[in-house]
T-cell receptor, first 117, second 114 residues
Framework: EDKVVQSPLSLVVHEGDTVTLNCSYE??????LLWYKQEKKAPTFLFML????IEKKSGRLSSILDKKELFSILNITATQTGDSAVYLC?????????????????FGKGTKLSVKP | ETGVTQTPRHLVMGMTNKKSLKCEQH?????MYWYKQSAKKPLELMFV???????ENNSVPSRFSPECPNSSHLFLHLHTLQPEDSALYLC?????????????FGQGTRLTVV
């Protein structure tokens, strides 16, 4: 069965700390891995990763994918209270059927990050 | 299993058909969401219901019509769709819109419009 496991489930740090969030997966026919940040509203897209070893970076956030070991990490440096949120990892798996294919999203349960002043 | 169940998992429909997507949660949550995910794109929020009241409609075409008869059920009625509406439709729920709690997603309905 396809699954996505995130760790830790929750994390409390202080402003200025650096955090690393983990996402491991077991899926058949992997297509991409996505990270989302969820605050009070809908999850907001952070990164989409499709290739191993290529770091994606946006400000203080960065992420990398290891398709051999089947995991991804999300790093946040110099954390701020505004980084407090649930970070969702999702893996898109390709489902094959007669006549074509389609991708299905499998989400992890998320990591709840709390950044204290 | 997240506690949010969507049916059907897959749907193929013609442009003149009328169909409905169903979402059900028994987590005691009061907020429910419909998202759309197109190929190679991130999640797009479509509708939000909080305590059975629609609180957000993110400029979604009228061919998509949501319905929330109670806090546990959410429907998305579809009619005269276009091929570009083919996507993965995700339902999610959370405690409410004010609480800082995570949303639980269903596994989605993969919709193909032919």
């Amino acid at each position: 069965e396809d699954k996505v496991v995130q760790s830790p489930l929750s994390l409390v740090v202080h402003e200025g700390d650096t955090v690393t969030l983990n996402c491991s997966y077991e899926v058949t026919n992997f297509r991409s891995l996505l990270w989302y940040k969820q605050e009070k509203k809908a999850p907001t897209f952070l990164f989409m990763l499709t290739s191993s070893g290529i770091e994606k970076k946006s400000g203080r956030l960065s992420s990398i994918l290891d398709k051999k070991e089947l995991f991804s990490i999300l790093n946040i440096t110099a954390t701020q209270t505004g980084d407090s949120a649930v970070y969702l990892c999702a893996v898109e798996a390709i489902v094959l059927f007669y006549g074509g294919s389609q991708g299905n999203l499998i989400f992890g349960k998320g990591t709840k990050l709390s950044v204290k002043p | 299993e997240t506690g949010v169940t969507q049916t059907p998992r897959h749907l193929v429909m013609g442009m003149t058909n009328k169909k409905s997507l169903k979402c059900e949660q028994h987590l005691g949550h009061n907020a429910m969401y419909w998202y759309k995910q197109s190929a190679k794109k991130p999640l797009e929020l479509m509708f939000v219901y909080n305590f059975k009241e629609q609180t957000e409609n993110n400029s979604v075409p009228s061919r998509f019509s949501p319905e929330c008869p109670n806090s546990s059920h959410l429907f998305l009625h579809l009619h005269t769709l276009q091929p570009e509406d083919s996507a993965l439709y995700l339902c999610a729920s959370s405690q409410d819109r004010q609480g800082n709690t995570e949303a639980f997603f269903g596994q989605g309905t993969r919709l193909t419009v032919v």
